[in-house]
């Protein structure tokens, strides 16, 4: 078996640029952040630097970065799915989910 | 260059399959394809076929078996009928969208319920739109021939989709024929050694196949399927042509017979174009201007040679051995329609469950498109009177 599989391979590495159909050839996690529909939009002026949504966040994708000069609230685009959650908990209220572009607005 | 052999469809089949030199044989049997598998589990052990025969327990597994095997960069058998297919269904996309280029006899029976063990085109039907070429043969010699063309065009770097060659039950697959067996070294001409021109398994090059697609892939996925689709008549065609130079027999994605000066003209699939061409010559002799089209390709459907070939004709018919229900008409029938807009196709049901397809009903359906009786409806031409009745209540 394995003498007949070598040159067919050997001829697919050769002459053939990409594969056709569901292969992974890299194995990495699937970027959740295409889901996304509506995202966290922070008013960084009201904001407190509390960390309440970081601790809330099912997806781990939130920094708060509390000293100057880099303060400020960001979420990691590629696996936030915006969900919310952080908007919803916020004691300040000062998190907006606002529309995707290409998905809510056109 | 060839042997002169009485067989029937199932040898055919599986003299097709070993001549492709498949490397590994998981099939289940089931009726009527079980002496498929049968002969090649005899081949495997008399040592006419080098291969590893898997005994599964399921149709299921029998594609899965075949799919891995194929993965690793061999030809795997493997050969079906009726519930048997529908119950490789799931793993049936998994081979077209996986681009694993099987070819595999498909013995035509019904679906059920009512349960039957005899011929009729639901289970490939109900696979038509699943990613797989369907070829469907007339005769016996037509369906190792089938196979060979089959096996040159799936595997074809620009194409790469599996392949069903459908042969009828026992009309073909029980019936016995003198076949030509191409020699060996013919065959080795015509059809080299499997190449895997797609991703593979193999531990020293690890990839994930069939892996969880994302919305933002998985339709360039399927486009490329398309485009393989799109590029097998041509491909068809070119395998076709290279057949005849070497076998010297003629085949095309359609024939079409007595259709030049016809006024009218029925399309078929499968065994009973046999019946339908006997037909034509009877009615001919009568002085009756018929004609039949058969269809060869059902998936690439050859819409522009069918266009062609029916543009002079002035009413069409269409037989269909599937009910296609919910449908204004049956499946090789609705596409003939759209290829035909403006001109009257009459969709005709015959031949369900075994019932013969005899030219009294070639007769009934040819006087019907003469007369002009052409009714939006399909005609279940064949059907009994009684057929509301034939279960009393008691």
């Known amino acids: ?34 889901w996304r529909v509506v995202r966290p939009d922070v008013t960084i002026e009201d904001c407190i630097f509390c960390g309440t949504c970081r601790k809330h966040c099912p997806a781990d994708v939130v920094t708060v970065a509390k000293e100057d000069p880099n303060s400020g609230v960001y979420f990691d685009w590629d696996y936030c799915k915006g969900c919310g959650i952080c908007a919803n908990i916020c004691p300040k209220q000062c998190i907006a989910m606002i529309p995707e572009e290409g998905v809510c607005k056109l | 260059m ?15 399959l070993r001549l492709a030199k498949v490397r590994v044989v998981s099939a289940y049997p089931i009726t009527p394809q079980s002496p498929i598998s049968e002969k090649l589990a005899d081949f495997v052990v008399q040592g006419k076929l080098d291969a590893k025969y898997i005994r599964v327990e399921s149709e299921h597994s029998a594609m ?14 493997t050969a079906t009928s009726s519930v048997g297919l529908a119950l490789m269904h799931e793993v049936l996309g998994v081979a077209a969208g996986c681009r694993v280029p099987i070819v595999m006899p498909v013995v035509n029976r019904s679906l059920v319920s ?19 070429l369907q070829l469907y043969a007339e ?21 790469q989709l599996p392949a069903m060659v459908c042969l009828d039950g026992f009309f073909l697959s029980h019936m016995s ?92 699939l499968g065994s009973m174009s046999g019946t339908a061409k006997y037909t034509v010559d ?32 002035a009413v069409v018919g269409v ?3 599937s009910p296609g229900y919910g449908a204004q008409v049956a499946p090789v029938a609705t596409e003939v329609r759209a290829v035909l807009s403006g001109k009257p196709v009459q969709g005709f049901i015959a031949g369900l469950g075994g019932r013969d397809i005899s030219p009294a009903t070639f007769v009934k359906a040819f006087a019907k498109l003469l007369t002009g009786e052409i009714t939006a409806d399909v005609d279940w031409v064949d059907v009994k009177e009684n057929a509301l009745t034939i279960r009393e209540v008691k």
């Not at chain 1, 002459?15 to 569901?22: A, E, I, L, S």
């Not at chain 2, 009512?114 to 797989?132: I, K």
């Not at chain 2, 010699?141 to 770097?157: G, K, P, S």
Request: hydrophobic fraction near 40%; glycine fraction near 6%; charge should be negative.
């Open chain 2, 64 to 77: 899965c078996c075949a799919i891995g095997a194929q993965l690793t960069g061999v030809r795997a058998g």
């Open chain 2, 319 to 321: 037989m269909d051995r």
């Open chain 1, 1 to 34: 078996m394995q003498r007949q599989q070598k040159k067919p391979m050997t001829d697919c590495e050769k002459t053939k640029k990409y594969f056709v159909g569901p292969v992974a050839t890299e194995f990495v996690a699937a970027k959740t952040g295409v």
């Open chain 2, 177 to 268: 024929d003198a076949v030509y067996v191409p020699d060996q070294a013919a065959v080795d001409a015509y059809l080299p050694p499997y190449v895997c021109h797609n991703f593979h398994l193999d531990p020293n090059d690890p990839m994930f196949i069939n892996n969880l697609t994302p919305t933002a892939e998985y339709t360039e996925m399927r486009y490329q399927q398309a485009v393989g689709f799109n590029q097998a008549p041509a491909v068809l065609l070119a395998a076709m042509a290279d057949f005849k130079r070497v076998f010297g027999r003629d085949y095309s994605l359609l024939e079409a017979y007595q259709c030049d000066d016809a006024e009218a003209v029925i399309v078929t």
């Open chain 2, 2 to 16: 060839s042997t002169r052999v009485m067989i029937d469809g199932n040898g055919a089949a599986s003299e097709g």
């Open chain 2, 282 to 313: 009877q009615l001919r002799g009568q002085g009756k201007k018929v004609g039949v089209l058969k269809l060869t390709s059902y998936r690439p459907f050859p819409a522009e040679q069918v266009k062609q070939a029916l543009a002079p004709v």
């Open chain 2, 114 to 132: 009512p349960w039957s063990l005899w011929c009729d085109h639901q289970d490939a039907m109900a696979e038509r739109d699943g990613g797989w």
């Open chain 2, 139 to 159: 005769s016996a010699q037509e369906v190792l021939d089938l196979i060979l063309i089959a096996y040159r065009t799936a595997e074809d770097a620009r194409i």
